[in-house]
């Protein structure tokens, strides 16, 4: 097998967007470096069920229903 093939994986801390840490393996930085979320499973709607709404910029959303609003798959 060739030398310096595999990335170095080290230990590192995550900081949670709620103040909790923990320590994982890492190739992200160096040795003892944090990474501090700003999304993360506690707090994204995806993972915590909350009602995000989808962003309509420009009407784009409006303007797909407007030309195809009259489609349907049912015969």
Do not use: C
């Not at 979320?37 to 784009?60: M, N, S, V, Y």
């Amino acid at each position: 097998m060739k030398k310096d093939v595999h990335p170095d994986y080290h230990m590192i801390t995550v900081k949670m967007t709620d103040g909790t840490e923990y320590q994982t393996r890492s190739t992200w930085g160096k040795e003892g470096d944090v990474m501090t979320l700003e999304i993360d499973p506690t707090a994204h709607p995806a993972w915590t069920g909350g009602t995000g709404r989808l962003l309509d910029a420009g009407g784009q959303v409006a303007k797909f229903n407007k030309r195809f609003g009259g489609l349907s798959l049912k015969r």
